[in-house]
């Protein structure tokens, strides 16, 4: 075996401690990736139902505000007891509206931290 100076373990270290941390950048920049795209698919998931969410709601309240008008043989006081519901349902939403703030920032950050179930243990067999 050859003998080796100083400086060309130096060197072998030096390549060495290049390529790790070369490999850790590597991976850090493919795990913001990941969690970008996650999000990004989880953030089109969510306005794709929430479209479909708001079209059933407004078709559900100009049905009852019809069937309302009908009860009350007047589609005005119909519709006004409709936008009535509405209202007072916005005024609770908007008196919850720090709690329920929270509650999504909470879980925005669960969602950046959390470990992924699906990923692969490696382990070795004895």
Not at 57 to 71: K, N, Q
Request: glycine content about 6%; overall charge negative.
């Amino acid at each position: 075996m050859e003998d080796k100076t100083v400086t060309s373990l130096f060197e072998e270290i030096k390549g060495d401690v290049t390529s790790y941390v070369t490999n850790t950048i590597e991976i850090v920049k493919l795990e913001a990736f990941e969690k970008a795209s996650k999000g990004a698919a989880s953030t089109a998931l969510a306005i794709f139902l929430g479209s479909f969410i708001f079209l059933i709601l407004a078709l559900a309240l100009l049905t009852l505000g019809f069937y309302l008008g009908d009860v009350f043989d007047s589609n005005w006081k119909g519709f006004g007891a409709v936008t009535l519901g509405a209202v007072v349902i916005t005024l609770v939403l908007l008196l919850i509206k720090k709690p329920l703030k929270n509650s999504i920032i909470n879980s925005v950050i669960d969602f950046l931290q959390r470990k992924e179930d699906e990923e692969v243990k490696y382990t070795t067999k004895s």
